[in-house]
């Protein structure tokens, strides 16, 4: 299973950036996915969460500026951000759960956010 997580970069505070994660080596559609960062320095957070029949959950800090998205036929999922803060500076991994529970993780991409 491999997953390759794009779209990240420097956006100034109260920009977007769109995130994806393209996935290959499961059948796609059977798999929760998910988005986590990592901050210098702090553990790596969960950021949200789309299940194979696109149920959300997100983490309190970014619910109403994210948005996980996917599209089973791409084996892609995103994540839309919005209204980007300097707290949302940090490297985004992208996470694939088998039915069997077992975790994929994706190299990540750095999203940088200017004050």
């Known amino acids: 299973v491999q997953l390759q997580a794009s779209g990240g970069g420097l956006v100034q505070a109260g920009g977007s950036l769109r995130l994806s994660c393209v996935v290959s080596?499961?059948?796609?559609?059977?798999?929760?996915m998910e988005w986590y960062r990592q901050a210098p320095g702090e553990q790596r957070e969960f950021v949200a969460r789309i299940t194979p029949d696109g149920r959300t959950r997100y983490a309190s800090s970014v619910a109403g500026r994210f948005t996980i998205s996917r599209d089973n036929a791409k084996a892609t999922v995103w994540l839309q951000m919005n209204r980007l803060t300097s707290e949302d500076t940090a490297v985004y991994y992208c996470?694939?759960?088998?039915?069997?529970?077992?975790?994929?993780w994706g190299q990540g991409t750095q999203v940088t956010v200017s004050s």
């Open positions: 080596g499961t059948i796609f559609r059977f798999d929760d």
């Open positions: 996470n694939l759960i088998t039915p069997t529970n077992r975790p994929y």
